[in-house]
């Protein structure tokens, strides 16, 4: 019997980032002889257990063969016998694939310190090809380790363009897609998630929406990048850079996927593009089983982000038809991350990366406003029904042209 440390926490040492977590491989082991240790079992696909204290998980060394299509289609044999080069086959990158012995020698049958060096991100073997899951990994790797340079080797994209050719890709499960998709949106350069997959032509399999944002024009006016696609990874980038939320950042993800179904002849205004974007935000939230709160908030933020943009323009009421919309006097912290995800979508724009934004604040400070007032003297005057409402809603539009006033006045 014989234990390593395995994968990732391996591959960060390497690389002189911190460790969190450490994953462990077993060899020379059975189930039996690890629960007699006083392992406990966790696993369900193959054998994982639980450290009796440090509670940290240990997997049997394994290797699979493929039966079947998608993530689910393996046969998975951990006999005893297996050894940790074949354990480590099985895996997605090299950078990946190095494992350490309890003496601190490392193992790298397939070459993951050279890639680590050459800051490469390399399939480890052929069977790369045989779980789609992979490939989104591997585009969730490339955002992640984007900073220190790595980038994608070619072989290995051309085995990603032969899984969409091949239709492996359709195997993928939303559940799977979404867990990859919201752990991408939380790396430092999620953009470089989407690229990716773009470069090895997988975005159009997974993605369509967004991949047929690249190529549309917009008003250079508005839009000096004037690519759609380019707009939408600039401001990606910019609400990852500002510390938003997993939330907030697919938000900014959805906001404009309606500018992909403009009518050619109003190109390159997007006039409507908000209602258009907000089906295909549905479909896509629907599609791919998207948690209620990303789903809602990314349709708000499609739905009213022009609005935001044009707030310390509008009239009164326009203002006020907004905030109730937008359920900002219920929802003060959703409001607040769309008003946040408007501001990625100001800054991502060239030559508007640093531009000032008091539409958030200026809203933001409104919601208060109308959270607060007082409307305990309107309730007293005797009114009800539709009499009270319409009261309510009166003070609430005198409230609104006074605090836009005052702010015009001293926008800070």
């Not at 490469?120 to 900073?147: K, N, Q, W």
């Not at 708000?300 to 022009?306: A, D």
Request: net charge neutral; charged share 30%.
């Amino acid at each position: 019997m014989k234990i390593y440390r395995v994968g990732g926490c391996v591959r960060d040492r390497l690389l002189g980032l911190p460790v969190n977590d450490i994953d462990w491989v077993v060899t020379g082991a059975t189930a039996t002889e690890m629960l007699a240790l006083g392992f406990k079992s966790i696993g369900k696909d193959f054998p994982v257990f639980l450290h009796p204290e440090s509670k940290q998980e240990y997997a049997l060394a394994r290797s699979e063969r493929k039966i079947a299509p998608g993530y689910h289609g393996f046969e998975v044999s951990a006999d005893p016998a297996t050894t940790i080069e074949q354990d480590l086959l099985r895996r997605d990158l090299t950078i990946n694939a190095i494992a350490e012995d309890e003496d601190g020698n490392i193992i790298d049958p397939y070459g993951g310190q050279r890639d680590i060096e050459a800051r490469t991100l390399r399939h480890v073997s052929a069977a790369f090809i045989e779980d789609p899951v992979r490939v989104l990994r591997v585009a969730r790797f490339a955002a992640r380790f984007h900073r220190l340079g790595f980038t994608l080797a070619e072989d290995t994209c051309k085995l990603i363009r032969q899984m969409g050719q091949s239709g492996e890709l359709e195997a993928l499960v939303a559940e799977r897609v979404w867990i990859e998709l919201s752990r991408a949106l939380d790396e430092a350069d999620p953009a470089v998630f989407f690229t990716t997959l773009r470069d090895c032509d997988a975005l159009v399999r997974l993605f369509p929406e967004i991949d047929a944002l690249f190529g549309i024009p917009q008003t250079a006016k508005y839009h000096p990048e004037i690519d759609t696609g380019l707009h939408l990874m600039m401001a990606l980038q910019k609400s990852a850079e500002l510390g938003h939320d997993n939330e907030t950042r697919f938000a900014v993800l959805m906001h404009d996927l309606g500018k992909a179904v403009t009518p050619v002849e109003i190109l390159p205004g997007h006039n409507g593009h908000e209602a258009r974007g907000r089906q295909l935000v549905a479909a896509f939230c629907k599609r791919w089983r998207v948690p209620k709160a990303h789903s809602t908030l990314a349709l708000i933020t499609t739905e009213y982000h022009t609005l935001v943009h044009r707030a310390l323009d509008l009239r009164p009421s326009t203002l006020l038809r907004l905030m109730t919309r937008a359920d900002s006097l219920r929802k003060p912290e959703r409001f607040q991350k769309m008003l946040d995800a408007c501001l990625a979508d100001l800054r991502g724009r060239k030559n508007y990366e640093d531009a000032p934004y008091p539409q958030r604040d200026f809203l933001a400070q409104l919601a208060a406003r109308l959270r607060d007032m007082d409307i305990a003297e309107i309730q007293q005057r005797g009114l009800d029904g539709k009499n009270l409402g319409q009261a309510i809603e009166q003070a609430r539009l005198q409230l609104i042209k006074r605090e836009k006033a005052l702010f015009l006045q001293d926008p800070r």
